[in-house]
């Protein structure tokens, strides 16, 4: 019985996914698990660098960039693990975290999500857990006041500055760059809703999963390092709010404001 599977959504950062990868590898050696990667038609070879340096690895390789829901949902389809663990390219494992969310897993039977404490770079602190997003929040956050005024009380309320990241606790949310999943969770509540393209699809699977009485946990004794944002950042910036304008739209209409 496979444990944990590992889906692995890549576009153009062959360099970082190599690293991820071999993360993976070194940590990994206590769990039975599998790895798949689907790539968005990256045009540096990442197909190539993965099937040689990683035969292990099973490669989905689509023929345009299908976004991120659909890409997991495809990673997910493949997958036999207890557990699914959506992780980006842009992460790095540190020693003994697999075996911690595995335990938490085993331990924890309403726990459907779950994510771990993330560090920058520079090994400090990253914020990943967040609470459900509001229409002032995210309007500010459009409209680029967010970043003339970041403590105003609704962006606080919504990036949880307020947040013991030194505690394992319930949240709202917890970042898609370390998701993972119960099968029993994706049995009952489905897979990503692919309306997403990217930005949301997480929060709209934790509000699925929190409402079908499943728990969301963030767990602090597990740890990674996110790079943070690398395939995204490729975008121009006129997309990048034109997607996000997009998933917040859909996701207020779905969800309600």
């Not at 769990?31 to 798949?36: D, G, K, P």
């Amino acid at each position: 019985m496979i444990q944990i599977s590992i889906v692995i959504v890549s576009w153009n950062v062959s360099e970082l996914l190599d690293a991820c990868l071999r993360s993976i590898e070194k940590f990994a050696s206590k769990i039975s698990l599998e790895v798949i990667v689907v790539d968005n038609n990256s045009s540096d070879k990442t197909v190539e660098m993965v099937r040689r340096d990683h035969p292990t690895v099973t490669v989905l390789a689509n023929s345009t960039n299908r976004g991120f829901a659909v890409a997991n949902n495809q990673g997910i389809i493949e997958s036999h693990g207890e557990l699914v663990l959506l992780l980006n390219p842009d992460t790095e494992l540190r020693s003994g975290v697999l075996e911690t969310m595995l335990n938490f897993f085993q331990t924890h039977p309403k726990a459907g999500v779950a994510g771990c404490r993330h560090r920058n770079t520079d090994l400090t602190l990253q914020h990943s857990v967040r609470r459900f997003p509001t229409l002032p929040a995210l309007l500010l956050i459009f409209s680029k006041i967010a970043k003339l005024a970041p403590h105003l009380p609704a962006l606080e309320h919504y990036f949880a500055l307020d947040f013991d990241y030194k505690k394992t606790q319930l949240v709202d949310q917890v970042a898609g760059s370390f998701f993972i999943i119960r099968r029993a969770v994706l049995d009952q509540v489905g897979l990503l809703d692919e309306n997403f393209f990217i930005w949301f699809e997480e929060v709209d699977f934790c509000r699925r999963v929190s409402a079908a009485d499943w728990e969301v946990w963030f767990v602090t004794e597990g740890e990674i390092i996110h790079h943070g944002g690398m395939s995204f950042k490729q975008q121009l910036t006129l997309k990048k709010q034109i997607q996000f304008l997009r998933s917040a739209a859909y996701y207020f209409r779905k969800h309600g404001i």
